[in-house]
């Protein structure tokens, strides 16, 4: 059976606008790879769905981001996309792990996160620089909610210092990145169908 | 003549919300501190208002962050004030500072941004664990956007690893709490004081 | 077959330091609760270590990386301990992280780092703020280095803000800490040993 | 009178090292721009000298520090330059921002620390990326130690993501290169002759 991705885009830009995202970019390519690996990638762009402020899994009337955590929890595997703004994540994506939070009191009877058993990798894209950065504060926010990272997990691209190139704008996609998805994935896959099969124990009763 | 000061309120909940806000509290105890030094502070919850997601100045419509732009800019300090959530910043923090990467051009003869001259301080509550890393973050956004930076322009309060008490609920504020808040407000206070009869210099023509 | 952890302390004080150390401490407490998951646990307190600077794996005369490095790659398991200064990891936790830095270019025929398979989890002390940030470093310096992050991989401890307690010195360790050890240690060893049995495939020929 | 600067170069390099500095380079730039404003600039290269670990002013015998604490605090502008080495700020800087958590303790009779009234700058260099997040550990750890921070107060460069390329071996200097140096140096000079010449006040008695 295949495993199942789910990619989140934190782009700024909702899908009805005009400039191309570099966050969907890397992440298509990032869709595209994980095929080889038979993973089957769905992409909800955040910014198209109105993700109400709050720690808790439905903050009530309006609030859309009760459907993306049931597809997060449908999911073998989560790919967080985000722009880089200042060096940082951006805000939607903060948004979304905030609402992650909620998975520290959601626990089954051997006090198991509902995450528990999957796998997250990150996809990071700006100007010119923050990769490094962007990725440790995905990594922890996703690694305190349960999430399990695969050994290089994350794809970046940044341009030179000050630049203001967009990834999606590039000619071609460079090598070192082409490898750094291949490698994302390929790890990816491999540890989520490990933990698909074998899950953590919790603790004992 | 008085300074100004504004102060941002990120946290998660509008006014409209039955709990108590930590965020505010500190901001109170900070404004309070500032009647000392002459300075008058005006505050703006953040989750009260529509700011949509961008790095432009005007969002078009609907869009509630022009007024809150002009607000910082009529002000000599600007206070930064928000909750820890997962040892980061909150994502409406996020989402003000992103707004000001618009300060980036923004900038008159001298190649100075509307922003400079102006000091920033920053406020910041949490339950556990995180004011160092926030204060980092912020001081970087903040300060890449034009921003001066006082000597311990921080205050903060977290309780202990993983407790859950939150800082409005203490049954009196800590004497290193107070300190703190009496040093940001005097160093802050004093070197607005500065910048405001001496601006930056800019490039000469 | 047993695992075999391999905990790095990195505290500023040497063993002939009279201070105790508390992450020492914290490491202890891990390496008792890995006992019950059939981990057998060494420890090297890096400040009685000449770790010269670099990111090779062998800085030359008198370096005493090389050995360190032996026993990270003779393990299953790196727990990565660090005090916390000023909000962020220790000076000696940062040099050895650098050293690792060499593995970025030591693969085998299909592209692994040597360390793959390998998998880290992170103890954090200190007074009071920084847990988060500290973890957040240190998952993406050691994931960047090829290592495998399970779910909730860090224990940590901090005091009340600006406090001055030290861990080791707490009467009894916090229900909270021993609930998070038990949960490190139970996460780490059950994906290492998954790991163990079932590397990652690397890329194909 | 001239405003005098201190620079340190946290490269990991000595000066015996056949390999060139990138950071040296960055500080030499600095150094050079700074004449403009009539300061003089001295610079220390840290990897020269035994800083031991620690947190005090004085570790102790063989302990270089307290010359160059002496050297801190004789200057009115604190340049801290360093690599960046995966995505952070590089162990030898991390050694000197610790030794600078003494002057926490360290305080007048109002109550000022002993860094007070000075400005302090940062310059990063890297390959590829982090030094966003380099100047943001940078800042809240001097700030924290009390020094105030002007507008853009960084100057730094960075390659293409996963590039190799090194800061020093640019045939020329980026233009967005030379003007963020001219930017921190005129805030700098500007900020440290107004502090100069009156001193954060203090608290009363």
């Known amino acids: 059976m295949p495993l199942k991705a789910l990619a989140l885009n934190a782009t700024l830009k909702s899908s009805s606008s005009t400039e191309k995202s570099s966050t969907a970019h890397m992440l298509d390519l990032i869709a595209r790879e994980f095929e080889k690996f038979d993973v089957i990638t769905t992409t909800v762009r955040l910014a198209d769905h109105n993700i109400k402020p709050g720690v808790t899994s439905d903050e009530g009337e309006g609030d859309e981001w009760p459907e993306i955590r049931r597809k997060i929890l449908a999911a073998d595997i989560l790919v967080m996309g985000t722009p880089i703004w200042m060096g940082q994540p951006g805000s939607i994506c903060k948004r979304a792990l905030e609402r992650m939070d909620a998975f520290l009191s959601e626990k089954d009877d051997a006090g198991r ?90 603790e004992e009763k």
């Open 113 to 202: 996160m509902v995450s528990y058993g999957r796998v997250a990798a990150v996809a990071v894209v700006g100007n010119e620089d923050g990769a490094h950065h962007v990725s440790a504060e995905l990594y922890q926010a996703l690694n305190d909610v349960g999430f399990t990272l695969p050994a290089n997990a994350v794809a970046y691209w940044v341009g030179e210092a000050m630049g203001s190139v967009n990834f999606v704008d590039l000619k071609e996609v460079p090598d070192v990145v082409t490898n750094t998805i291949s490698m994302l994935t390929r790890n990816t896959a491999h540890l989520a169908g490990l933990l698909k099969s074998s899950q953590y124990p919790g």
